[in-house]
């Protein structure tokens, strides 16, 4: 379960920042994970809880996720697309592309702390 590791990152960078900030608590935490990152939200969401448990800073803090869909240009014919099963094939022209536009990140956006 790498959800465990990925919420101890992001633990500790909460951590790092909140204390760098004087902040007493840390009151929520938000994040954009794209649908083809490979994280599974549930998994995450009880590691980070878990985890946060464990910090007195931390403990209550909410784990907001804005999931990211997985798209792709088409450079032929310029059309953006949803990418479905993986397969990145232009519904429009047919034609195959590999410039994936979104749904492979994974970012810390934002941390609200009380002082």
């Given at each position: 379960?790498?959800?465990?590791?990925?919420?101890?990152?992001?633990?500790?960078?909460?951590?790092?920042?909140?204390?760098?900030?004087?902040?007493?608590?840390?009151?929520?935490?938000?994040?954009?994970?794209?649908?083809?990152?490979?994280?599974?939200?549930?998994?995450?969401?009880?590691?980070?809880?878990?985890?946060?448990?464990?910090?007195?800073?931390?403990?209550?803090?909410?784990?907001?996720?804005?999931?990211?869909?997985?798209?792709?240009?088409?450079?032929?014919?310029a059309?953006?697309?949803?990418?479905?099963?993986?397969?990145?094939?232009?519904?429009?022209?047919?034609?195959w592309?590999?410039?994936?536009?979104?749904?492979?990140?994974?970012?810390?956006?934002?941390?609200?702390?009380?002082?």
């Open positions: 379960m790498h959800e465990l590791a990925i919420a101890q990152s992001i633990v500790e960078a909460v951590e790092a920042k909140a204390s760098e900030c004087n902040a007493v608590h840390v009151k929520g935490v938000r994040l954009k994970i794209g649908e083809a990152s490979g994280v599974v939200t549930d998994s995450l969401t009880f590691c980070f809880e878990m985890m946060a448990s464990l910090d007195p800073t931390l403990a209550g803090a909410q784990l907001l996720i804005d999931t990211m869909p997985h798209c792709a240009y088409c450079g032929h014919c059309c953006e697309f949803s990418v479905t099963n993986f397969v990145v094939q232009c519904p429009t022209c047919k034609e592309s590999n410039e994936i536009v979104s749904g492979t990140e994974l970012q810390l956006l934002e941390m609200e702390f009380e002082s």
